[in-house]
């Protein structure tokens, strides 16, 4: 079992910067595919970016790529997610997951077995 737990989100301008951490329990933390999902009120969870076990391979949505970069460090059983250039539209409960993932399908939610509890971002002026 793999317990994950977010933290790093708030309210901020448009054009500005946030930082998640998602720290993960367990020993086996190094093996799973890492992601972050975000979902607005009513609209569906959607994927916003993933890295491999291996920290080989990243992938983004097209909605923040070259805004977001995720990186892990197994050292800390830890996952982040910098967001700079935020947008109105990037206002979600955003939340981080694990799974044993093969990145051709990193962008499904339903492969992944374990999430964090979710944390606010609102992008606001």
């Known amino acids: 079992q793999v317990q994950l737990v977010e933290s790093g989100g708030g309210l901020v301008q448009p054009g500005g910067s946030l930082r998640f951490s998602c720290e993960a329990s367990?020993?086996?933390?190094?093996?799973?595919?890492m992601a972050w999902f975000r979902q607005a009120p009513g609209k569906e969870r959607e994927f916003v970016a993933l890295i491999t076990s291996n920290n080989d391979n990243t992938s983004y949505a097209d909605s923040v790529k070259g805004r977001f970069t995720i990186s892990r460090d197994n050292a800390k059983n830890t996952v982040y997610l910098q967001m700079n250039s935020l947008k109105l539209e990037d206002t979600a409960v955003y939340y981080c997951?694990?799974?044993?993932?093969?990145?051709?399908?990193?962008?499904?939610?339903?492969?992944?077995?374990?999430w964090g509890q979710g944390t606010q971002v609102t992008v606001s002026s």
């Open positions: 367990g020993r086996t933390f190094g093996r799973y595919t």
């Open positions: 997951a694990a799974g044993n993932v093969p990145l051709p399908v990193g962008a499904d939610p339903y492969r992944y077995n374990y």
